[in-house]
């Protein structure tokens, strides 16, 4: 280990090492600032490999009997969101959800709605649907994505968008029908152009710029943190065609009837 230059230190920082003014060994202090760092950096590695940020493991493929979609885990033990619009806002839907849609270990489960939005209405917050699979094995480790609340979101933050764009439809296409797998995921990146307000000040929808299309319908939109800021849903709001996503605050009513504080992040930064 290379010595304590004292005069170095003395000429730059106006006086001796902290260690070595109060009479202790360098060495010591030294030693103790880099384990510290080591736990510190463990500890960063463990929160995101443990704590819910596989955008890709926890969005999943959904197919019902109106069409396709997108979803995504929000508990290691199945439970999951995605559109109201995607089971048709009704609770005896038979629902086949894909986890990891179209790689070499892929899974078809199926799928409960438990509980969606009131069905018939305009509402964009009504949009929602909370599903249940059980998970591979009976041992709660899916992967899952925490979320975040809308208070937290502001315009130009860069997020990410996933999903299935065009279900099996594009690899039917591609592959003449050979292909019995189900869609490949989809990652677009871009950022918050616009937060939409209702009447009453709070967000009703943001516009961002990370591209979606149809299937896409019920997926995730994550900030860099990898945390939930919102779903992706086909409904339009003038001037805006496409790519407008729920905040979290939306579906408030359905995660938190199953989602518990270790699953949700409240921290902005």
Request: glycine share 12%; net charge positive.
């Amino acid at each position: 280990m290379a010595a304590v230059n004292l005069r170095y230190y003395k000429d730059n920082f106006l006086g001796e090492p902290p260690a070595l003014r109060e009479g202790k060994p360098w060495w010591i202090v030294v030693l103790l600032t880099l384990l510290l760092l080591a736990c510190a950096g463990a500890f960063g590695a463990f929160s995101l490999s443990h704590g819910g940020g596989d955008l890709k493991a926890a969005t999943v493929y959904i197919e019902t009997p109106q069409g396709t979609g997108t979803g995504f885990l929000i508990r290691r033990d199945g439970y999951l969101l995605t559109n109201g619009h995607v089971v048709n806002w009704d609770q005896t839907s038979q629902v086949t959800v894909y986890l990891n849609s179209g790689e070499s270990n892929e899974k078809k489960l199926a799928g409960s709605v438990k509980e969606t939005g009131p069905a018939g209405t305009d509402k964009l917050s009504d949009d929602w649907a909370l599903l249940k699979v059980e998970p591979p094995g009976g041992k709660p480790t899916m992967p899952f994505l925490r979320m975040l609340t809308s208070d937290c979101i502001k315009e130009s933050d860069l997020v990410k968008a996933a999903g299935f764009p065009g279900g099996k439809e594009i690899d039917r296409d591609l592959t003449q029908g050979k292909r019995t797998k189900g869609p490949n995921i989809t990652i677009e990146q871009g950022n918050i152009a616009q937060i939409i307000k209702d009447d009453q000040g709070g967000t009703m929808a943001f516009h961002h710029r990370a591209n979606t299309a149809p299937g896409v319908s019920g997926g995730p939109v994550v900030n860099q943190r990898g945390r939930v800021i919102g779903m992706s849903t086909l409904k339009s709001i003038p001037p805006f065609d496409k790519n407008i996503a729920l905040p979290t605050s939306s579906f408030i009513i359905a995660w938190e009837k199953v989602v518990r504080t270790e699953y949700t992040d409240y921290r902005c930064k």
